[in-house]
């Protein structure tokens, strides 16, 4: 299931407060066509976890991710991203100059040897957060 199919699960739920899990299960394979219905632990699952199929969460990760996996240093992450969407309003802003901001947060934050700034690292930043490729 993706993200948006998660979220659209937990909205059913909100909607349908008498709807039952093993319900759910049903409705969720004919309402996205699947080929098996999901499990009732699976349902479970999704509804504890509601909180991170929020439409907020769709907007930075894209609607047809399957998971979303917190960082080891969120905070870091947000800083960052913020400053990058910041930055953006601005005018371009380059693979280069994210990885030295990060650099410097990094010094900041007290978190040095902690974090690498490969490109790797840059690629799924951006991906994490829905940034343009640059």
Known sequence: LTVEQKRRICE???????ITQKDLCRWAKLEFN???????????????HEHLFKDNVLGVLGSQRKTIRPTRHAHFDQVLANWVMERQNKG?????????KGRELVKQMGLEGKLGFSNGWLASFKA?????KR
């Open 12 to 18: 059913k739920h909100r909607n349908t407060p008498k």
């Open 34 to 48: 699947l080929q098996r219905a999901p499990t009732q632990p699976t349902m479970s699952n999704i509804l504890k």
């Open 92 to 100: 371009n802003i380059t693979g280069d100059m994210i990885k030295t």
């Open 128 to 132: 994490r957060h829905g940034l343009m």
